[in-house]
């Protein structure tokens, strides 16, 4: 529990800090001492914990993550204060806002697609993202401005590696940039790893004219009696055999 000092200076930082979301989290954990995922969605109505919880060390305070059992005995998420003496004050003002100019480079660079699942949305619908999460990276990536470290995703793509992010032991403890480089959710083209796991991963979408092979797909499959995943990879798996490609 944060010393009485210590909720003296984070009811004084909530002032700065505009972000709904994380102020939510951190006032709860000051009366409570710390959150669970199913308070944020149960109570709050965030379908998404993680990133309320992101939010909050966004703003620059540090969390903890920890297990705890439900209201029917399940074992969830639950989050309190870190090292508060880790705290980032530049960061009270919540996820940085980048100039318009800056997103309309990244368009460019990803043809106006998500990078992880290759989508097109409406530009509003794209979020700009670190390639290294800030919570690895800190500020290096945004001292100056450089298109490099940052991609466009959409918002389920976003909230998928979000999870992935926030469990992988890269990101809870060594923090270390050239890990996070070598994985996928931030090289997608070119990985080798995801969240220090040994996997490989293709994100398929059928757009607008191509709904109709899906279908086709989907029923093959369903004869088939596999889920349409397993069936890609052996519908893939036989072509490369009959193609003879090793």
Request: hydrophobic letters at 35%; charged letters at 30%; proline letters at 4%.
């Amino acid at each position: 529990m944060p010393t009485k000092p210590q909720k003296q200076l984070i009811r004084k930082l909530l002032k700065s800090i505009s972000n709904k979301r994380a102020r939510i989290v951190i006032e709860h954990i000051l009366k409570h001492g710390h959150i669970t995922t199913e308070e944020l969605e149960k109570k709050y109505g965030y379908n998404h914990p993680p990133r309320a919880a992101r939010d909050v060390r966004e703003a620059g305070i540090p969390l903890e993550t920890f297990r705890v059992s439900s209201s029917d005995k399940r074992s969830i998420a639950a989050y309190k204060f870190g090292d508060l003496t880790q705290i980032r004050e530049g960061r009270l003002q919540g996820r940085r806002t980048f100039p318009k100019k800056f997103k309309d480079e990244l368009l460019t660079n990803s043809e106006g697609k998500c990078v992880i699942c290759s989508g097109r949305f409406e530009t509003r619908y794209l979020q700009i993202d670190h390639r290294i999460p800030y919570q690895v990276a800190g500020d290096s990536q945004e001292a100056e401005l450089n298109s490099k470290d940052f991609m466009l995703l959409c918002g389920s793509c976003n909230r998928a590696k979000s999870w992935s992010c926030e469990h992988c032991a890269n990101w809870q403890n060594d923090k270390i940039s050239k890990v996070c480089l070598a994985c996928y959710w931030a090289k997608p083209d070119e990985y080798l790893h995801i969240a220090l796991r040994e996997i490989r991963r293709a994100e398929i979408l059928w757009n607008e004219s191509e709904v109709e092979a899906y279908e086709r797909l989907k029923q093959s499959a369903i004869q088939s009696q596999q889920a349409i995943p397993e069936y890609v990879k052996k519908i893939i798996s036989a072509y490369l055999n009959d193609a003879g490609i090793a």
